[in-house]
Nanobody, 116 residues
């Protein structure tokens, strides 16, 4: 059974940091491109960051570039999103997904709230 389970969200003041984790199971993690996508209240989905299946390349939305870092640990079948210097506009539900040419899987998300 395929599972993607996000964790690490919470309430943090502006300028703070959080590290999100996404634990994968039920599929060959090393064969999938991993992505973080977010959805702010009342808005559509926004792509945040991606990492190649082998971790060789990473990509970021302009809105998070220089503040967020994506990484993956193949031994733990986990992808991470380190978020620094958080801003109120980063408030959203953060989802991870796994993608390759044949399929795409989604987690249920974790809430990040940036507020003083």
């Amino acid at each position: 059974q395929v599972q993607l389970v996000e964790s690490g969200g919470g309430l943090v003041p502006p300028g703070g940091s959080l590290r999100l984790s996404c634990a994968a199971s039920g599929f060959t993690f090393s064969s999938y491109y991993m992505n973080w996508v977010r959805q702010a209240p009342g808005k559509g989905l926004e792509w945040v960051s991606s990492i190649y299946s082998d971790g060789s390349n990473t990509y970021y939305a302009d809105s998070v570039k220089g503040r967020f870092t994506i990484s993956r640990d193949s031994a733990k079948n986990t992808v991470y999103l380190q978020m620094n210097n958080l801003k109120p506009e980063d408030t959203a539900v953060y989802y991870c997904n796994a993608a390759n040419v044949a399929s795409r899987y989604w987690g249920r998300g974790t809430q990040v709230t940036v507020s003083s």
